[in-house]
Structure formats: C-alpha cells, structure tokens
C-alpha cells in the first residue's frame, strides 16, 4: 500500500509495535511553557498513534506512558500525567470501542492512585470483549518490577523448579499470551531502554527517532514501519 509517499507491505508488518514517547519535557521547554504542557499536547500524539496502528492492522500497541522511575518527579508533574490518565481512561472509552480497541493496563495498577486505579478499571472493563488491536497502556511499569511479579506469582502458585521454563515465565507477564514486540522505537533521541519490556524485546527491532513525542504524527507512524521492513531479522540464525 501506498501512504503519504510511503510504501508499505501489508504482509510483513509487525505484529507487535512499541513506543518510549520522550521528550515533551523538551517540547515544552523549547517553547517557554510548563512540562505539563508539554504532556497534555502529547495525548494528540497519542491519540493519533493509536489510529494509525489500529488503522494499519497493527496487533497490538504498547505506550510507556509513566515508569516506575516516573514518581521521582515533581509532586506537580506526577498529578498532571495521573490526571490525564484519568481523563483519558474516562473519555476514550467510545473512540476505543467504535475501534474494537481492548485495552490492557500493564504495570503494577495497585501502586497507582485510587482514582486512576477506578477509571482504569473501567475502561478495561468496557473494552473487555473488543476482538481487533489490543492497546497496552504502561502505566507504573517497570520492565523489573515486572519480572519480580511474575516470580512471586509463580512461588504463590507452588510451581516446582522444573516446571520452570521460559513458556512458563512468560505466562506471568503483563503482556501473557500477546506477541512479543517487533519494533521498539523511542522518540526524542534518546538511546535508552529504561527498563522497558525487559523479557519482551529479547529479539526487537529499534529505531531511535529524534522527534519530540508531541511533535509525532501517522507519517512517522509509516516511516518506521518503511525502516522496520527493511530489515534483516534472523533471531540468531544465519540466512
Ligand atoms: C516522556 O517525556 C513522557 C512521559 C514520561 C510521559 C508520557 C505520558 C503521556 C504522553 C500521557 C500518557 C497517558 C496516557 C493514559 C496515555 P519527558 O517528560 O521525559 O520529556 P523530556 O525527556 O523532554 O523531559
């Protein structure tokens, strides 16, 4: 298919694409305003990530939205982005379900506040039975508190050592049952992980993309789907 002078082969498309938005911070900054600022013209972007994976046929769409490492900022930012997340969970809820969007939470929700926690849950609730592109929303995620999780889960469950292998671990995981991610891109220039999907990006791709979140639109969407397809994956093999 043919978009916005990108050519996309519908074949090969990732099935699992997940994105670091960075740099709203800086986008604000750039333009003398506060970081929230920087945060609430972010959710355009997020909204139009959202479309352009569920519109491409994109399985499933993981956003870092706030990290375990997130609290660490100031008392004011922290509220602003836990309040979008409020207005978020509770507004969306329609655009989600006229997409067939399921949307998934992963992180530790009990360490957030009750009211992010209560609009949360209701918009997993309502998406429950959508059946097209599932939209993780990583919300105090930390790609090791993660696998901390998971081992405690499997403790509590009694499992013996030797029922104990990566098929298992994977089973307690956030992201259990859904494909690994495919691509990985983090926006903003920065080339870190920062404890994201630690198990899951075992074989990703990256893309490393200069562009400030709020700066993001679908054609950078296309871009990187053009970059991701021409690469070789081998997994370790040779070809
Ligand atoms: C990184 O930019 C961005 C974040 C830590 C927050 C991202 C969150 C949102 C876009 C809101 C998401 C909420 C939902 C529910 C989807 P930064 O602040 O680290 O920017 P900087 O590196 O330039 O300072």
């Not at 920062?194 to 993309?209: C, K, P, T, V």
């Amino acid at each position: 298919m043919e978009i916005d002078g990108y050519t996309i082969d519908e074949s090969r498309l990732p099935r699992h694409v997940a994105i670091i938005m960075d740099g709203n911070g800086r986008w604000a900054k750039k333009r003398k305003m506060p970081r929230i600022f920087g945060h609430r013209t972010a959710m355009k972007a997020v909204r139009q990530a959202i479309t352009t994976a569920s519109d491409l046929g994109i399985e499933v769409l993981t956003l870092y939205a706030f990290s375990t490492e997130n609290w660490k900022r100031s008392a004011e930012e922290v509220s602003g982005l836990m309040s979008l997340a409020i207005r978020y969970f509770l507004n969306e809820i329609k655009s989600m379900n006229d997409r067939d969007i399921r949307v998934r939470v992963i992180g530790d929700i009990s360490g957030l506040p009750e009211k992010v926690q209560e609009a949360a849950h209701k918009m997993l609730a309502d998406t429950a039975d959508n059946q097209g592109m599932v939209l993780n929303l990583a919300l105090n995620y930390g790609g090791r508190e993660e696998l901390v999780h998971a081992a405690r889960k499997m403790a509590e469950a009694g499992l013996s050592p030797d029922q104990i292998d990566e098929a298992q671990i994977e089973k307690y995981l956030y992201t259990a049952g859904q494909p690994d991610p495919d691509l990985v891109v983090r926006t903003s220039g920065e080339k870190r992980l920062s404890n994201f999907l630690l198990w899951q990006i075992a074989y990703a791709e990256f893309i490393f993309d200069d562009i400030l979140w709020p700066d993001f639109d679908a054609s950078c969407f296309y871009k990187w789907i053009v970059e991701y397809q021409h690469r070789d994956r081998r997994y370790g093999g040779v070809k």
